[in-house]
C-alpha cells in the first residue's frame, strides 16, 4: 500500500509543510531525547517523553511528504507510515512504536509503572538512532526543509 492509497481510504489527507514546521518538530525531538533522560523522572515519564519524540519523528516523514493523519487513529497512522517511507526495512520499527504507542496510553491513562527504566532508556536510544535516519532522509529526499544546522 501507498501513501496516496491511505489518502484514498481517508486515514491522511494532503498537509503543505513549512521548513519552520519541520525545524520546530526537529527542536521539540531533541528537547525530548534530552529531557527523557532525566534521572529524576519516573519511569513512566521518560518512556512518554521519548515516545512522543518518536511519534515527532515520524510526523516529520508525513509532513515532509505532504500528509497528515485524519484525527481517529492518528498516532496509529503516524507510526504505521514510517515504512511506506523510509522504505520495506522498516516494517519492524513500525511493530516496536506501535508496542510504545500502546505501552505509552497505558502509563497515561491506565495506570502507574507499566514501563520500567530499561523500557524508556531502549526507546530513548532508538529515537537517536531514528532521528539519524530521519535527518539523513530529509537531506536525500527534502533538502529544502533542512535549512539550519539540526544537531542537538
Known amino acids: 500500500m501507498r501513501l496516496a492509497d491511505w489518502e484514498k481510504n481517508g486515514w491522511i489527507r494532503p498537509h503543505q ?3 519552520e514546521e519541520i525545524k520546530q518538530l526537529l527542536e521539540m525531538v531533541n528537547r525530548d531525547i534530552k529531557d527523557s533522560g532525566q534521572k529524576n523522572l519516573s519511569a513512566d515519564w521518560q518512556f512518554e517523553i521519548a515516545y512522543n519524540a518518536a511519534l515527532k519523528l515520524c510526523t516529520i516523514l508525513l509532513y515532509s511528504e505532504g500528509y497528515r493523519p485524519e484525527k481517529v487513529q492518528a498516532h496509529y497512522r503516524t507510526i504505521r507510515a514510517l515504512p511506506l517511507i523510509l522504505g520495506n526495512d522498516k ?3 513500525a511493530e516496536y512504536l506501535d508496542i510504545c504507542r500502546i505501552k505509552r496510553n497505558t502509563v497515561e ?6 514501563v520500567t527504566k530499561e523500557n524508556a532508556s531502549e526507546l530513548r536510544n532508538y529515537i537517536q538512532e531514528l532521528r539519524e535516519d530521519v535527518i539523513h532522509w530529509l537531506k536525500m529526499n527534502h533538502p529544502e526543509y533542512l535549512e539550519y544546522d539540526d544537531e542537538p
Open 17 to 19: 509543510t513549512s521548513c
Open 91 to 93: 516494517p519492524c520499527d
Open 109 to 114: 491513562y491506565d495506570y502507574i509503572g507499566g
